[in-house]
C-alpha cells in the first residue's frame, strides 16, 4: 500500500461512544497532521507531529486527543464528541517541517457522523 | 492574521471554456502557496508549489501563477475530469522564522463543474 490511508472510512458513533481514527503514511515522511473540515468551510488544523512529538495544538478541545507512537502511524482519539463534531477527518503527512521540504500529501479522510 | 481567500466559490464551464480560479492572501511573509485537488469524498491531492513571485508551474491543462498578493489556476480547454475543487493554501512566515508547526492556512475553496 502507497501513500497515506486512513481508516475507518466512515464511523457513526453516540456522543458517549469512545472511538479512535488510524492514519499510516508509506512515505517515510518525519511529520503528521490532523485536519478537520466541515461543510462550507476551510480546512482546519487541529494537531503537528514531527518525530512523534507534538508541535502544534490550534486550541483543539480536549474530547479530541491525538496519539503518535511512531512517525509512521498517528491516531485521533475521540470522546464525548458532539454532534458539531460531525465533519471530514484528514490526516496529512510531509517529509519534514523544513523549507522546501513540507508539502503535505493528504490521506482518504474518515467520514464521522455524531448522533 | 493570516487570510486566503478564493473566488468564485464555484464555477460552470463547458467542455473546452478556458477559465482562471483565484486566490487572494493576506499573510506576514509568504514561505509558499499550494494548489490541491479534491474530489468528493476524498482526501487534497496535491498540484503545485509556488514560492515567489513571478513563478509559474503547469501541468497538463492547469498553469498556476503567482503575484504578491495573489495566486491564478488557470484551466485551459478544461475536460469533465477536471471537475473538482480546487483548495489554495499558504504557509507564512517572516525570514527566519522557525514555523516549527508548518502551518498551512487554507481558503475556501472552488468548486469547479465542468460540462460535456
Known amino acids: 500500500e502507497t501513500g497515506v490511508t486512513q481508516t475507518p472510512r466512515h464511523l457513526v458513533m453516540g456522543m458517549t461512544n469512545k472511538k479512535s481514527l488510524k492514519c499510516e503514511q508509506h512515505l517515510g515522511h518525519n511529520a503528521m497532521y490532523w485536519y478537520k473540515q466541515s461543510a462550507k468551510k476551510p480546512l482546519e488544523l487541529m494537531f503537528v507531529?514531527?518525530?512523534?512529538?507534538?508541535?502544534e495544538n490550534n486550541s483543539v478541545p480536549s474530547r479530541f486527543s491525538p496519539e503518535c507512537p511512531n512517525s509512521s502511524h498517528l491516531f485521533l482519539h475521540l470522546h464525548t464528541l458532539q454532534p458539531e463534531d460531525s465533519a471530514l477527518y484528514l490526516c496529512?503527512?510531509?517529509?519534514?517541517?523544513?523549507?522546501?521540504?513540507?508539502?503535505?500529501?493528504f490521506g482518504p479522510g474518515t467520514r464521522l457522523l455524531v448522533l | 492574521e493570516d487570510q486566503v481567500t478564493q473566488s468564485p466559490e464555484a464555477l460552470r464551464l463547458q467542455e473546452g471554456e478556458s477559465s482562471s480560479l483565484n486566490c487572494s492572501y493576506t499573510v506576514s511573509g509568504l514561505r509558499g502557496l499550494f494548489w490541491y485537488r479534491q474530489d468528493p469524498g476524498k482526501g487534497p491531492e496535491f498540484l503545485f508549489t509556488l514560492y515567489s513571485a513571478g513563478e509559474e508551474k503547469e501541468k497538463e491543462r492547469l498553469k498556476a501563477t503567482l503575484t504578491k498578493k495573489e495566486s491564478f489556476l488557470h484551466i485551459t480547454a478544461p475536460k469533465p475530469e477536471d471537475s473538482a475543487t480546487y483548495l489554495c493554501a499558504v504557509q507564512a512566515g517572516l525570514h527566519g522564522d522557525n514555523n516549527a508547526g508548518n502551518m498551512l492556512t487554507f481558503g475556501g475553496g472552488t468548486r469547479l463543474m465542468v460540462k460535456p
Open positions: 496529512a503527512s510531509s517529509q519534514d517541517l523544513d523549507p522546501q521540504q513540507e508539502t503535505q500529501y
Open positions: 507531529y514531527s518525530l512523534e512529538e507534538r508541535v
